[in-house]
């Protein structure tokens, strides 16, 4: 079986500053990768995401995840946010078979301040 | 629309009671998936179709909870007899079908607000 582990159940930063949103992953086989944002009131939009190739994938609204092999790791990044980057950002993972079905960690809610 | 939509946004009922869910999704799409996002369990994953293959049932929580997918398209999630627990958003995603073994994203709807007083 997979599990997602995210640590930090809140993350508060100030406006233009850099953030990561740790993501720790569990699985006996191969995985696919994903972070996920919910903003207030709406659904889940694809931040971005890791099925092969290059371990650092560029994502939409300026954020960026590397994957780590050896940590079993998908950290979340952005050099600098804004304050409509306040949301609940969530890791996920799938096994690469037919189902895709996606195993979520429990959130992280990111709080920029001004 | 161009993405998924799910109705009705908000729900409430009795305990006892039995809800239907829907989910229209994108057109084309193959696949559909229901979520269920709960302050005491978080993101789950629910229930999987794919074209007229059996549907994946391995996250429904309990034989209250079912779901169809009428002419490959629109789907429908019914619990019945409704418990305070099952108070909960319900997501439904679905997925085009690209080349075998290949990976295809998931749109989400913005889902269904059920509350079970």
């Known amino acids: 079986a997979q599990s997602v582990t995210q640590l930090d159940s809140q993350v508060p930063v100030f406006e233009e500053a850099p953030v990561e949103l740790r993501c720790n992953y569990s699985?006996?086989?191969?995985?696919?990768l994903f972070w996920y944002v919910q903003y207030p009131n709406q659904g889940l939009q694809l931040l971005l995401k890791?099925?092969?190739?290059?371990?650092l994938v560029k994502g939409i609204n300026g954020f960026e995840a590397e994957f780590n092999k050896s940590q079993t790791s998908f950290h979340l990044r952005k050099p600098s946010v804004h304050i409509s980057d306040t949301a609940e950002y969530f890791c996920?993972?799938?096994?690469?078979?037919?189902?895709?079905?996606?195993?979520f960690g429990s959130g992280t809610r990111l709080l920029v301040r001004p | 629309g161009a993405g998924v939509s799910q109705s009705p946004s908000n729900k409430v009922t009795e305990k006892g009671k039995d809800v239907e869910l829907r989910c229209d999704p994108i057109?084309?799409?193959?696949?559909l998936y229901w979520y269920r996002q709960s302050l005491g369990q978080g993101l789950e994953f629910l229930i999987y179709?794919?074209?007229?293959?059996?549907?994946?049932k391995s996250g429904l929580p309990s034989d209250r909870f079912s779901a169809e997918r009428t002419g490959g398209s629109v789907s429908t999630l019914t619990i019945q007899r409704t418990q305070q627990e099952d108070s909960a958003v319900y997501l439904c995603?679905?997925?085009?079908?690209?080349?075998?073994?290949?990976?295809?994203?998931?749109?989400f709807g913005p889902g269904t607000r059920l509350t079970v007083l």
């Open positions: 995603a679905s997925s085009g079908r690209g080349l075998a073994g290949t990976y295809n994203e998931q749109f």
């Open positions: 699985s006996s086989v191969s995985v696919y």
């Open positions: 890791y099925l092969s190739g290059s371990t």
């Open positions: 996920a993972v799938t096994r690469m078979d037919s189902s895709y079905k996606l195993i």
């Open positions: 057109s084309g799409h193959t696949a």
């Open positions: 179709f794919q074209g007229n293959s059996a549907p994946d």
